[in-house]
Nanobody, 114 residues
Framework: QVQLVESGGGLVQPGGSLRLSCAASGIIFSIYTMAWYRQAPGKQRELVASITSVGSTKYLESVKGRFTISRDGAKNTAYLQMNSLKPEDTAVYYC????????WGKGTLVTVSS
């Protein structure tokens, strides 16, 4: 059974930081492209960042220089380090894994507010 379990969301003030984690099980983690998506209220889900099996990364333009995606093969875990958070980063963040088949986590809520 494949599971992607996100953690690390919460309430943070503007300018603050959070690190999201995505623990994967039931897949050969090393061959999967891992990604983080987000969906804000009333908006479509958008790709925030992705990292391939060989470590190539891509970012949404609005998070470049603030967010960093990484992966740890020994822990079967992907991360999203989010710095300099803005209110517009408020959303449910979803972990995604793709290698032929595609899998999703259930999401973790990030709220940026003073």
């Amino acid at each position: 059974q494949v599971q992607l379990v996100e953690s690390g969301g919460g309430l943070v003030q503007p300018g603050g930081s959070l690190r999201l984690s995505c623990a994967a099980s039931g897949i050969i983690f090393s061959i999967y492209t891992m990604a983080w998506y987000r969906q804000a209220p009333g908006k479509q889900r958008e790709l925030v960042a992705s990292i391939t099996s060989v470590g190539s990364t891509k970012y949404l333009e609005s998070v470049k220089g603030r967010f960093t995606i990484s992966r740890d093969g020994a822990k079967n875990t992907a991360y999203l380090q989010m710095n300099s958070l803005k209110p517009e980063d408020t959303a449910v963040y979803y972990c995604n894994g793709v290698h032929g088949r595609e899998y999703w986590g259930k999401g973790t809520l990030v709220t940026v507010s003073s």
